[in-house]
């Protein structure tokens, strides 16, 4: 069985800072892993995604994540953040082929201070 | 535009009503799929749908339907059975096989 692990449930930096937010998986298949965010009141939006091949992958807005099979990890990272990136930022797993069921990790929060 | 719609945004319910949760979307997407949302707790599948007339349950399957009479629309109700309704529902479609789900803005129901 699959399952996604966000250690931190809330994450506060100032603007301009760097940031990461830790995922961590656990499949006994090969992955497909995602980052969501979701900002208040609203539906998830998908930020990046890993499938095959490089193990970085990168997000339109700047954001980051790096696919590591031997810590089994895929955190997300952001080298300066914006008041706009404030949001709940959500892990994911799929397995490949036949019916891919997602498995949604807790969620963090992150708050950008001013 | 293309994409999925969910109504009403907020919905309350008294005890021992059932309550209908619209989903639609415009994709032309096989899959769909409902969610529960809790803080702290991330996202929960309830029910999906691969293809019309035909849909499976999820994990937390109990005191929920659903039906799927047209590809584009998969509305949820939540029966009196269900105890604890409160929370944020999300839907959400693929293209059956393909990894990447795509969300509506969600419907937030709220017991009286």
């Known amino acids: 069985a699959q399952s996604v692990t966000q250690l931190d449930s809330q994450v506060p930096v100032f603007e301009e800072a760097p940031v990461e937010l830790r995922c961590n998986y656990s499949s006994s298949v090969s992955v497909y892993l995602f980052w969501y965010v979701q900002y208040p009141n609203q539906g998830l939006q998908l930020l990046l995604k890993y499938l095959s091949g490089s193990t970085l992958v990168e997000s339109i807005n700047g954001f980051e994540a790096e696919f590591n099979k031997s810590q089994t990890s895929f955190h997300l990272r952001k080298p300066s953040v914006h008041i706009s990136d404030t949001a709940e930022y959500f892990c994911a797993v799929s397995d490949p082929g036949g019916y891919q069921k997602v498995t949604f990790g807790t969620g963090t929060k992150l708050q950008v201070i001013p | 535009d293309g994409g999925i719609t969910q109504s009403p945004k907020y919905l309350f319910r008294k005890e021992g009503q059932n309550v209908t949760l619209s989903c639609e979307q415009n994709l032309n997407h096989d899959a769909m799929y409902w969610y529960r949302q809790d803080p702290g707790q991330g996202l929960r599948l309830i029910y999906y749908?691969?293809?019309?007339?035909?849909?499976q349950k999820g994990d937390i399957a109990e005191g929920y339907s659903v039906s799927r009479e047209k590809k584009e629309s998969f509305p949820l109700t939540v029966t009196s059975a269900q105890k604890n309704p409160t929370a944020f529902y999300l839907c959400a479609s693929s293209i059956w096989g393909q990894e990447t789900q795509y969300f509506g803005p969600g419907t937030r129901l709220l017991v009286l």
């Open positions: 749908s691969q293809i019309v007339n035909d849909f």
